[in-house]
């Protein structure tokens, strides 16, 4: 077959009579047209354009239906990451998506009181459940907990001194930096004690007249070790009561099941903080929550009074998914069905020998073999541990090549690279997933 010259492709006019691009959006339709031709033009100038003539209409219909195809889509997380922080952090439960669903189709009572028929607040939707859950005596909820903590920041110690450990200045990642938020807050930064170690008593020593908060950050994702030091919240709240302060508590990731109970390390909790007598504490919806990206302020009913009421609430409050979803999560934990509905923590309670025998059944449908590997929580919570787990294990020429291509696949599953070879590890994947992601990698090879 003789190359195609450029000569011989198709006006855009020409091209657009053909019967399976007319019903398309005709704005849409031109420009993909214009597109698809100018590559063609190029390619077969080159000297090599990989398609036929008769090729022209079908790229030029999957351009448009690829244009309009949602660019947020699914994936599969055969990395072994729990709460995976690019893909998405904690998957929903279905309980979750259920309520979001139906908050969102239709209207709702976000802000409307149904026994008294008038205007409601939509942060008394989820207090309850919060309350009984923390033991806290009011809760409140922001878009995310970095917007809880320049609001708490804001609210309690602007124009004032906020204290905060020199072990505590941590970066989470994504540009969140304590010491930045609370610069932005308005708030000045001192800080005590060193870099590995700093006691209750250095807190006490910088408190001056213009102290507005003592503040605690949890070191979501990193280690110390060996010669260190941190005040329990217990000295600190010692600490924060003599001198009439609010102690702040940044949880990070704020876990209401003990992990322990997984064989993992301890994750500090928000009920054992709020117990303690810790003033306000902060945590994030979708982290160790297992729910949608929000923020949770919990704590003291006077400061949570003084939050609701502060300016910026307006600009980080919650949506109405949020609200709904979160809402169903919470409800999961109260009825103590956490560990059988919500995904993180359904992923997380799974034995190792389970996920053995699931790896088993893919790798037996791929011609592929099993190993014995580890996963991670990930996400900021309980950095350096990790967990049994079982993986298929894809061999190769290139692992990255077959990384790159599975994510490519319907949907993309994205795999980890191991000693040259591909690992699908089923940590993170739900039993209900297996079937499709035996699928999904079948069609790559
Ligand atoms: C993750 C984290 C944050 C930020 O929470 P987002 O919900 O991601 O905004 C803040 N502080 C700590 C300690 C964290 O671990």
């Known amino acids: 077959m003789a190359a195609l010259t450029p000569r011989e492709l198709p006006s855009v006019d020409r091209l657009l009579q ?10 849409l339709v031109v420009h993909a047209a214009r597109e698809v031709l100018d590559e063609a033009r190029q390619a077969t100038k080159n000297g090599g354009w990989p398609h036929a003539l008769d090729d022209l209409p079908r790229l030029v219909h999957e351009r448009v239906v690829r244009e309009t195809a949602p660019r947020l889509k699914a994936v599969l997380n055969a990395s072994g990451v729990v709460i995976h922080t690019n893909l998405g952090r904690a998957p929903l439960s ?3 998506m259920q309520a979001a669903q139906d908050a969102g189709l239709g209207y709702s009572n976000l802000e409307y009181d149904l026994g008294e028929g008038e205007r409601g607040s939509r942060h008394n939707l989820v207090t309850d459940l919060l309350k009984r859950l923390t033991g806290a005596e009011d809760g409140l909820v922001t878009n995310n907990n970095a917007a809880a903590v320049l609001l708490v920041l804001s609210a309690l110690a602007q124009g004032r001194e906020a204290i905060i450990s020199r072990g505590q200045l941590v970066e989470i990642g994504g540009g969140f930096r304590i010491p930045d938020v609370m610069r932005q807050s308005g708030v000045s930064l001192v800080e005590v004690g060193t870099t590995n170690r700093t006691y209750a008593a250095d ?8 102290t507005a908060v003592l503040l605690k950050v949890h070191a979501s994702n990193f280690l110390q070790v060996g010669f260190i030091h941190q005040p329990t919240g217990q000295e600190l709240v010692d600490v924060a009561s003599r001198h ?12 209401l099941l003990d992990t322990t109970r997984f064989g993992l ?9 709020i117990a303690a007598g810790t003033t306000l504490v902060a945590f994030s919806g979708d982290k160790l929550l297992g729910g949608p990206q929000a923020g949770i302020i919990v704590g003291r009913a006077a400061e949570i009074g003084q939050l609701r009421r502060h ?5 980080i409050r919650p949506d109405k998914l949020t609200l709904a979803a979160l809402g169903a999560t919470l409800a999961a934990y109260v009825r103590g069905d956490a560990e059988r509905e919500i995904p993180v923590w359904r992923m997380i309670a799974t034995p190792s020998d389970v996920l053995r025998s699931r790896a088993e059944a893919i ?13 991670a929580v990930g996400g900021g919570s309980l950095p350096g541990q990790t967990q049994s787990s079982w993986a298929v294990a894809l061999e190769a020429n290139s692992a990255k090549a077959l990384a790159a291509s599975l994510r490519q696949a319907d949907p993309p599953v994205i795999a980890r690279i191991e000693d040259d070879r591909v690992l699908l590890d089923l940590r993170a994947i739900l039993p209900e997933q297996d079937g499709q992601l035996e699928r999904a990698v079948a069609s790559t090879r």
């Open 363 to 375: 790798a037996h449908g791929l011609g592929a073999e099993v190993v014995e590997t580890r996963s």
């Open 18 to 27: 053909d019967d399976s691009l007319k019903t398309l959006p005709h704005d």
């Open 244 to 255: 009439g302060l609010p102690l702040v508590d940044d949880l990070g990731s704020g876990a």
């Open 265 to 273: 390390t301890h994750e500090p909790m928000v009920q054992t903080s």
């Open 203 to 210: 807190f006490e020593n910088a408190i001056t007249p213009n």
């Open 311 to 315: 300016p910026l609430m307006r600009a």
């Open 94 to 96: 279905r309980a979750a």
